[in-house]
């Protein structure tokens, strides 16, 4: 195939030109104004962004165990239609992503299935059923495919178990990523709850070497200790969602249930440290924390903190940060997750996947209810996002193709 007329922008390439791009499974070609070979399939994108496939970081697929919310297929399809050509998956499954057995399975489950999937890569976690008591055996999760450990959903409250995992899974590939999370003191702060366990993490980050990476940071306490461990030499990375850029807790009152999210929803100031923080580095990463629930759970008495994020997460970066260079858009979506994971994929170079993710600036209306995602709750709904993508190849294979789908 050969992709033709759109703006190629890969950060690792230090390209942000018009560029043609040809690939078969992988990438043959860039140039400028290819001629098409004989019987060569076409894909005019003129006045779109060409980019290398974009990658969340943090999502859950619920599977095993809540196929009513979600499962790999699913959380698939949501990820081809936000635009993303692989997805790591939180370990808060039932079971708990804790055992090379159950890994196994996952990824042979998606191996065979028979629907067209981004890349799906396990992120197991640090405590056996993320009880944060036990260890689990983090050579054999990897060799399992696991590319990251979290027990995601709740930090590790446990500072010494936390250092004993960091020691055992030193030889490892793939980061520790924590949730940022002081349960004790959530309910006198959420600023202090967080700084709490950043400042621990670093430390033990610190103290033991191993690769380190902070999800869905939150408030602007959080932001100033990422900013002062970067000054002191700590290399760590992090990660800001969507709905912690955009909203607050003024919308989530009137939000309601909807909005139930951990880390909770911060204040106009906290958004505005995380977008600048973003602007000068301190985050590296966007990921979107896609958590689906069923309707009925968010809707009922008791509702879960998360909701849908894959389908809206690109536009709701660009509104949140419209001022932000395109490279480095794409880089915070593409080379920067694939290069803390460790995972193929992330720029566009001659010979690599040919995974792609095609974009506009096009503003389209969030519906809520036609999300492709089973989670058909967002705090975005209702809401004009700026950018939308319109097509998502993986291995060459053009898997979401909104010209075929129909627009919302
Ligand atoms: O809001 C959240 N939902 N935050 C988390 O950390 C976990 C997630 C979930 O699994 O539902």
């Known amino acids: 195939m050969l992709i033709r007329g759109g703006r190629l922008v890969d950060p690792a390439l230090g390209i942000d030109a018009l560029r043609d791009v040809r690939m078969t499974d992988v990438i043959v070609e860039i140039g400028e104004h290819l001629e098409p070979a004989p019987g060569e399939k076409i894909f005019d994108v003129k006045e779109a962004v060409v980019a290398p496939g974009f990658v969340d970081m943090h999502v ?23 635009g993303f050509t692989a997805v790591a998956c939180m370990p808060n499954t039932r079971p708990a992503l804790d055992d090379p057995a159950i890994l196994d399975d996952l990824l042979r489950r998606v191996e065979t299935s028979a629907v067209g999937l981004p890349h799906i890569y396990p992120i197991a976690a640090i405590t056996r059923n993320r009880a944060g008591k036990e260890l689990c055996d983090y050579p054999s999760l990897a060799r399992s495919g696991a590319v990251a450990f979290s027990d995601d959903g709740a930090a590790v409250a446990d500072g010494s178990v936390l250092q004993a995992a960091a020691h055992a899974a030193l030889g490892v590939s793939g980061p520790f990523i924590s949730h940022c999370e002081n349960a004790a003191l959530k309910s006198l702060s959420a600023a202090l709850s967080e700084c709490s366990v950043v400042a621990r993490d670093l430390r033990v980050a610190r103290a033991t070497g191993k690769a380190w990476h902070f999800a869905h ?57 995380l977008r600048d923080a973003v602007r000068d580095g301190v985050i590296d990463v966007f990921a979107s924390d896609h958590a689906p629930h069923t309707e009925a759970e968010k809707r009922g008495p008791d509702p879960p903190p998360g909701f849908s994020g894959l389908e809206l997460a690109l536009g709701a970066y660009a509104a949140a940060l419209p001022d932000l260079p395109l490279l480095r858009f794409v880089e915070m979506l593409s080379w920067a997750p694939a290069r803390i994971l460790g995972i193929p994929g992330g720029t566009l170079r001659r010979g690599s996947a040919a995974d792609i993710t095609v974009f506009r600036d096009e503003p389209w209306r969030v519906d809520a209810r036609a999300l492709v995602s089973k989670g058909k709750v967002t705090p975005f709904d209702g809401w004009t996002l700026p950018r939308r993508a319109i097509a998502t190849i993986v291995h060459g294979r053009l898997l979401y193709d909104a010209r075929a789908a129909s627009p919302t």
């Open 60 to 82: 859950h697929l619920r599977d095993p165990g809540d196929p009513q919310k979600e499962t790999f297929e699913t959380g698939g399809a949501a990820a081809l239609h936000g």
């Open 217 to 273: 940071i939150s408030t602007r306490m959080g932001v100033e200790l990422l900013r002062f461990a970067r000054r002191s030499g700590t290399t760590v990375t992090a990660e800001v969602t969507p709905h912690h850029l955009l909203c607050t807790q003024d919308e989530a009152r009137s939000l309601g249930t909807a909005a139930a999210v951990n880390p909770p929803l911060a204040d106009t100031q906290d958004a505005r440290a």
